[in-house]
């Protein structure tokens, strides 16, 4: 009976049976690649019970052996793999299989059971083509094996997996493989630790940081005439790459696909591929609410799910310091608090306004490594730092007082740029900003912060 079979039979497997169907198979082809055998198959048609009983199945399951190359292939052809590596993808796609998702070539949808770093991996390798970064079929397996959330969010068949694979000849048992070791927990109740030896990168909440406050409030400028533009875009001009910037102030900024959301969702660069994925999200797809101190996500009515941080986005989920947000199962959103660099976060003398009930900014953007529009967007509450980055493109996380050129803040409801040096470095219209002296980013103007130029838009603000 083939796994297909099973699968037919009990839906999907659970997530430690797959890792050890995974390992074993692992095994069979670093065996197989180093026997010089022509490439194998590897989908779930492809993989048999030897036999099973009543318990469950106990038995070896074998990998099925691909027709032998004719005499006019030369050992150096294609067919050949040279290295385990080479089956990394069809790895990832088996994997998928036999969790009850299967992955149709260059196109993933996050599942519920993995952790978010593993729903990555498994994207950048389908639709990336990312597995050459891996050695052998066993250390991708290694990751992969990293992954299982500690409560499942959906039921898995009650599946023993057997204690051994084979091919045409006696491959070792998986008793005898060693799963690389768990990552010590730091004694600090910081964020998790690599294992020794790992060249894996682990995405993480931020440690908390205490940047370099300001040690007295700015003067609060008097209100400009007329009513401040609440939703501003900043459209790069120079010639070097830079992200277009959008400032938001509001209740709650909504996520989509839409030209003039205050955060825009597209795939880059344009081809067929990708403006179809485009168009799985909609043009207002998901919306982030402030209630009191708190910020909720949700899914707006009629749109494709999405998930957060791996799991499906079924209801309001709350937002913490940080989370990832997989928009429609495509697009890679990440979320995260900047807190505010004035102590309290008071930043102007007498103030006209009530304290704000979120202190700092939330920026939002793209996943890093996303083929993504590079778009940002800082929802402002009191104040947000900026900078320029040691690859020459704008920073709005800093972290270092010195490496702060300014501040974007709030005021009269509307927004207002600071410098923090008189080093002429940020010049609006043409006028060179004094450290300390708010200017008011209003209308249509152009804005310089070093070297690098952006037309500043106003943006419509849509009715809630």
Known sequence: MSLHQVL?????LDFESVCQVLSGVATALEHATAARWPRAMLDAHALFIVSADDEGLRKPVKLLAP????????????????SSGEYVTELALLACELLGMPARRQRFRPLPQLNADTNQLLRNVIEGGSGFTFESASQFVSFMQAGQTTEPTIPTANFRMPQSFTTHSTMPSLATLQRPPAPAPPASGGP??????????????????????????????????????????????????QPTIALFLGEEIRVGRGVKAPFVTRFMPQNTRNDE??????????????????????DLPGVHQSFISGRPLDAKAGVGRFCRVSISGEFELEIRRLESWWTDAVVWQNPSAPPAPIPGAVLLAPGSGASAFDFRTLWLFTDAAFGIGPNGTLNLQPTILRDVLGWFVAAHDGFWIVAAENDGSIALDGKVLAAGSPMALQGVSQLRIGAHEWQVQPMPVAAT
């Not at 037919?8 to 999907?12: E, H």
């Not at 027709?67 to 040279?82: K, M």
């Not at 533009?229 to 900043?234: C, F, M, S, T």
């Open 8 to 12: 037919r039979q009990q839906r999907r």
């Open 67 to 82: 027709p032998l190359p004719g005499l006019e292939i030369t050992p150096g052809a294609a067919c050949i793999p040279q």
């Open 192 to 241: 998790p630790v690599a294992a020794a030896g790992s060249t894996a990168t682990v995405a993480v909440p931020p440690p908390e940081r205490t940047p370099p406050r300001q040690q007295s409030a700015l003067p609060l400028p008097p209100p400009m005439p007329g009513v401040m533009d609440r939703h501003i875009r900043l459209e790069p001009l120079s010639s070097q790459p």
């Open 277 to 298: 994925r485009t168009r799985l999200i909609s043009r207002e797809h998901l919306v982030l609410q402030r209630q009191g101190s708190s910020l909720w996500l949700s």
